[in-house]
């Protein structure tokens, strides 16, 4: 099993950025990819980024925050990082990170989650 960590949420003014973390624990070498996530009041939860576990390199982003925010990992520190530019007022949400064990399926590991409030 793993554990994710949320960190770094907080509240900005718009045109600001924040860099969230989620840090992973347990058995890591199982995860197939980590996303991002977020989900607003009275709004389902949509996925913002995400990133292979083995190969970085790979990564996707949702057309809404291209451009803005990009997703990496620390492989020493074993954390995924989603780095967030030019925030909007529309960027405020909770946002968690979930992890899959394989290309298909679900996410089905997440992390607490952290809020991010964007003020105009």
């Known amino acids: 099993q793993i554990h994710l960590i949320e960190t770094g949420g907080g509240s900005v003014q718009a045109g600001g950025s924040l860099r969230l973390s989620c840090k992973a624990s347990g058995r890591t070498f199982n995860i197939y990819a980590v996303g991002w996530f977020r989900q607003a009041p009275g709004k389902e939860r949509e996925r913002v980024a995400a990133i292979m576990w083995n190969n970085p390199r790979v990564t996707d982003l949702a057309d809404s925050v291209k451009g803005r925010f990009t997703i990496s990992r620390d492989s020493v520190e074993n954390a995924v990082y989603l780095q967030m530019y030019s925030l909007t007022a529309e960027d405020t949400a909770v946002y968690y990170c979930?992890?899959?064990?394989?290309?298909?399926?679900?996410?089905?590991?997440w992390g607490q989650g952290t809020q991010v409030t964007v003020s105009s």
């Open positions: 979930g992890a899959k064990w394989a290309k298909v399926g679900d996410y089905s590991i």
